[in-house]
């Protein structure tokens, strides 16, 4: 299709089906609210799917990952300059089920269909966001899982700005034999660093200065690794107390797979650092790679 050419959207179960084409199926599922970062996905997307296949996108609020207190009513939703960014990228299907195709029983938090499966995300859930948002991955998995049986993709593609998230539906996927390609792809960023993210709307121009203090952070314990975890973890938390607009939530070192590191890893070990904050009303986090 040329990048001229508006998506076909399906809005139900049926149409999704009807849409699916007979090729290979490269899939981006998201909440809406695209900015570039979603723009290098679905570039990435349409590489994969080539001229025979079918990029897929999915925009879907999705409320089971969603706290009673955060902000599922504020989230931003955009769908016409959504369809727009998916024309220009080369997508072929935007999928964008309600609530009520998502979830024909009900939400299970909100009380009722009690009896519905959902997914469970197991330890690796229970850290770092899922200690700070009590059953976000739980409602991640289960509605990647339903997107999964309905859009039926040979890949997938996600951004390793949620790298917990990507780990956890890379394990979904292995565990449960789903057969689908998980691709992550590089945090798209802004020039001066700050990860791009639907939520960076909502800051105003001071804070969305102390916002950069996160990459700042990550950027200093990457210059510090090969001196081990206490030097790196350091100079992160230096970066992070010299803004006190900065309401630090956690910082943690990890394996690449979220394990627990050594103070002094062997040289040539890989890990991961992750962050979350608090800037003025929003929640951000960021990652990136460390090499010991």
Partial sequence: MTTATVPAVAR?????????????????PTMGALH?????????ARERAGD??????????????FGPTEDLDRYPRTFDADL???????VDVVFAPTVAQMYPDGVPHEGVATEAVTVQPGPLGDLFEGASRPGHFRGVLTVVAKLFGLVRPDVAIFGEKDYQQLALIRRMTTDLCLGIEIVGAET???????????????LDDEERQ??????????AAQQRASYGVPAARWAAMGVIKAEPGVELDYLALTTTG?????????????????????????RLIDNLPLQF
Avoid: C, K, M
Avoid at 266 to 277: F, H, K, N, S, Y
């Fill in 12 to 28: 139900s179960r049926s149409e999704l089906r009807d849409l699916r084409g007979t090729g290979p199926v490269v899939f981006v």
């Fill in 36 to 44: 570039e970062g979603h723009a290098s996905l679905l570039r990435i």
């Fill in 52 to 65: 025979d296949g079918t990029v897929v996108l999915s925009i879907f609020v999705n409320p089971l990952q």
């Fill in 84 to 90: 727009a960014l998916a024309a220009t990228e080369g």
């Fill in 188 to 202: 798209d960023r802004e020039p001066d660093g700050l990860a791009r993210s639907s939520r960076n709307r909502y």
């Fill in 210 to 219: 102390q916002a950069a203090t996160l990459s700042r952070a990550l950027r």
């Fill in 258 to 282: 979220l394990g627990e590191l050594p103070d002094y890893p062997e040289p040539g070990t890989e890990g991961r650092i992750l962050v979350a904050a608090r800037v003025g009303t929003t």
